[in-house]
């Protein structure tokens, strides 16, 4: 994806923060003159700014403004291997005037890094067995689900993890998690099964807090936790 300048990165702005919502990784690419000496026409003077990613920053996952061609090609490969390790997000990557316009030397020697894309990673193995003790011994166990399944293959994890367990699947719809025809699938009784449930086990969700709590947001903020069990 390519923004021009100032005005490109603001009109980008609402789907990159959208792809940013939900875990997309978008490879952003824009321009811009960081040398005000090198701005030679009131659009640049006005299409430029120190840091052009400011406007991006809170709702990317990493970006670089790289001075020269070989930092550049550096930072490009670590840009896409950043995208492509889950949570995946977008990135940015600041392509000054003077990269883009100047000849490239004669004697210059260029590289592109080879590119090694990182295993995704992975709870505690101490933790996951933990996790998978409790819910075996539950009586009453949930899985809520918000972003939790990536790929077709996740949500057939997902489906076989329920159906072992016979557990209740709350699915809060950040993706596609789990088959809202499966008889599991309770999402529509979420509130009773919360609060009948011995474990709770959330995939990947935005807000636990606010899955396990009834609160009302006025003048003054009030709230109750809606689950029986103490929350570690």
């Not at 889950?86 to 600041?94: A, D, K, Y």
């Not at 939790?148 to 159906?163: F, K, Q, S, Y």
């Amino acid at each position: 994806m390519f923004a021009h300048g100032t005005v490109g990165l603001q009109h980008a702005a609402m789907a990159v923060y959208n792809a940013y919502c939900d875990r997309v990784p978008v490879y952003m690419i824009a321009g811009n003159i960081i040398d005000s000496t090198k701005r030679v026409s009131a659009t640049e003077w006005s299409h430029s700014v120190q840091d052009a990613a400011a406007m991006l920053r809170d709702f990317i996952k990493w970006d670089d403004l790289p001075a020269s061609l070989p930092h550049f090609a550096e930072s490009a490969v670590r840009a896409y291997k950043i995208a492509m390790t889950p949570p995946m997000m977008p990135v940015v990557l600041i392509a000054d005037g003077e990269l883009q316009e100047n000849p490239i030397p004669e004697d210059a020697k260029l590289r592109i890094p080879s590119l090694v894309l990182a295993d995704p990673p992975q709870g505690d193995s101490a933790g996951v067995a933990e996790a998978a003790r409790l819910l075996v011994a539950a009586e009453n166990p949930v899985l809520v689900v918000d972003r939790a399944a990536r790929t077709p293959a996740g949500i057939a994890l997902l489906v076989e993890l329920a159906e072992t367990l016979q557990a209740a699947v709350i699915d809060q719809a950040g993706r596609m998690n789990f088959p809202t025809r499966h008889p599991l699938n309770q999402t529509q009784s979420r509130r009773e099964m919360i609060a009948n449930a011995d474990v709770i086990l959330g995939l990947e969700l935005n807000d636990f807090w606010g899955t396990v709590h009834s609160f009302r947001d006025q003048m003054e903020r009030v709230s109750r936790p809606i689950t029986k069990l103490a929350q570690n």
